[in-house]
T-cell receptor, first 115, second 114 residues
Framework: GAVVSQHPSWVICKSGTSVKIECRSL??????MFWYRQFPKQSLMLMATSNEGSKATYEQGVEKDKFLINHASLTLSTLTVTSAHPEDSSFYICSAQERRRETQYFGPGTRLLVL | AQSVTQPDIHITVSEGASLELRCNYSYGATPYLFWYVQSPGQGLQLLLK??????LVQGIKGFEAEFKRSQSSFNLRKPSVHWSDAAEYFCAVGLKTSYDKVIFGPGTSLSVIP
């Protein structure tokens, strides 16, 4: 149980285009989903927290117009990187959490390369 | 401010040897504590967690961790390391704020010598 998927696992795009990453909880309802960014050889940095049906809460320094997050259902959250630039290249990981549960379950990650 | 430290950036052990990965946290209350493992290019897998109760917790893959309030520590241990344990290990603190938030430590990279 507690499986989280991400799609795509790899994406390469041209600078200036937008990229959408999906995060799905496959066998539970995720009232809260989290989006992290991880640079090579570094830890995870929380970008934003999204609750189903509400606007996402962004961490300080994260541009909400750059990284659009939608949590439209209890099993799906999406992260859209708008007008991507090479500095947005990174490993993006989502996690999902059930209501009143303290544990986050992580997806396998999406590697984004912006050329 | 809340923080998590993992003093060892990289550890190398021989296969079959014992392992201890250190984790210290700074938080005003008793936090939720987690250990996650990340293989190269992969997401994170939960090894174990501590919420309350018995301070020695057992996890998957033969790992255990002990919560020591007096030392603000949550060290991860394994009595005999296998080559497949080579990975990045993250200690994390869960905070109960207006929403649940997890702060990750910087990670410890484990290499295993055959």
């Amino acid at each position: 149980g507690a499986v989280v998927s991400q799609h795509p696992s790899w994406v390469i795009c041209k600078s200036g285009t937008s990229v959408k990453i999906e995060c799905r909880s496959l066998d539970f309802q995720a009232t809260t989903m989290f989006w992290y960014r991880q640079f090579p050889k570094q830890s995870l940095m929380l970008m934003a927290t999204s609750n189903e049906g509400s606007k996402a809460t962004y961490e300080q320094g994260v541009e909400k117009d750059k990284f659009l997050i939608n949590h439209a259902s209890l099993t799906l959250s999406t992260l859209t990187v708008t007008s991507a630039h090479p500095e947005d290249s990174s490993f993006y990981i989502c996690s999902a959490q059930e209501r009143r549960r303290e544990t986050q379950y992580f997806g396998p990650g999406t590697r984004l390369l912006v050329l | 401010a809340q923080s998590v430290t993992q003093p060892d950036i990289h550890i190398t052990v021989s296969e079959g040897a014992s392992l201890e990965l250190r984790c210290n946290y700074s938080y005003g209350a008793t936090p939720y504590l987690f250990w996650y493992v990340q293989s190269p290019g992969q997401g994170l897998q939960l090894l174990l967690k501590y919420f309350s109760g018995d301070t020695l917790v057992q996890g998957i893959k033969g790992f255990e961790a002990e919560f020591k309030r007096s030392q603000s520590s949550f060290n991860l241990r394994k009595p005999s390391v296998h080559w497949s344990d080579a990975a990045e290990y993250f200690c994390a603190v869960g905070l109960k704020t207006s929403y649940d938030k997890v702060i990750f430590g910087p990670g410890t990279s484990l290499s295993v010598i055959p």
